[in-house]
Nanobody, 125 residues
C-alpha cells in the first residue's frame, strides 16, 4: 500500500483544515487506517484511527470533539477533518495503514506497516 497525504497548510487558531490520504493498491479496505502527528522534538503520536468498515473510531483525548476521521473504501481515501485548531496541534501529520485486527494496536505506531510522506499543519496564535 502506498499512501499520499495532502491538505496541510497554515491556519489561524480556531480555524479548520481537512487532511486527505489517498492509497494505492487493492487491499485498502483490509487495513485499519490511522492518523499520527509529530511536532519538532517530540515523538510521533496517535491522533485518530478508523477500522476497516468504519464501525470503530477512536481519537486521542487531545483532539476528541474537534477532529473527525472518515474513510471511503470505494475511493481508497481516509480523511481527517480538523476543527477548532490550536497552536499545539501544529505538527507534521501522517496517515498510515495498520493492523488487520483493530484492537491489536490501533493507537500504536509500531503496529502500522505503511506510512504516507506527511503533511505540515501550522497553526498561528
Amino acid at each position: 500500500v502506498q499512501l499520499q497525504a495532502s491538505g496541510g497548510g497554515l491556519v489561524q487558531a480556531g480555524g479548520s483544515l481537512r487532511l486527505s490520504c489517498a492509497a494505492s493498491g487493492r487491499t485498502f479496505s483490509s487495513y485499519t487506517m490511522g492518523w499520527f502527528r509529530q511536532a519538532p522534538g517530540k515523538e510521533r503520536e496517535f491522533v485518530a484511527a478508523i477500522s476497516q468498515t468504519g464501525s470503530r473510531i477512536d481519537y486521542a483525548d487531545s483532539v476528541k470533539g474537534r477532529f473527525a476521521i472518515s474513510r471511503d473504501n470505494a475511493k481508497s481515501t481516509v480523511d481527517l477533518q480538523m476543527n477548532s485548531l490550536k497552536p499545539e496541534d501544529a505538527a507534521v501529520y501522517y496517515c498510515a495503514a495498520g493492523p488487520r485486527y483493530y484492537y491489536s494496536g490501533y493507537d500504536d505506531r509500531k503496529r502500522y506497516d505503511y506510512w504516507g510522506q506527511g503533511t505540515q499543519v501550522t497553526v498561528s496564535s
